[in-house]
């Protein structure tokens, strides 16, 4: 994955800037000071996903279930819309 890297005085320099681009186009920015590795510059909803992310891999339970699902897919077990939209309409969870 590819990040920009900034000193600290560029970040600080550029800080809205740089805030603006991560938040529209996902880009990472990671600063440094006197060289060495000091933060990360990410969006929130990045930064969202990867807690997101983080929490599915940490629960075993759900991370069993993301996997039967993968599965079933790999193996053509899937619905369509239209068969989704019926039977939640014949357990009386959605209108016809």
Do not use: C, P, W
């Not at 983080?54 to 897919?73: C, F, M, N, P, R």
Request: glycine letters at 8%; proline letters at 0%.
């Amino acid at each position: 994955m590819y990040m920009t890297t900034l000193s600290v005085a560029q970040a600080r320099a550029n800080f809205s800037k740089l805030v603006e681009s991560a938040s529209t186009t996902h880009e990472r920015f990671e600063v440094t000071r006197n060289g060495s590795r000091a933060a990360v510059l990410l969006g929130a909803d990045d930064y969202d996903a990867l807690l997101e992310t983080l929490a599915i891999l940490g629960d075993a339970e759900t991370l069993a279930s993301v996997k039967q699902g993968l599965h079933e897919v790999s193996q053509g077990d899937t619905a369509t819309a239209d068969d989704v939209r019926d039977a939640l309409g014949a357990a009386g969870r959605m209108t016809r």
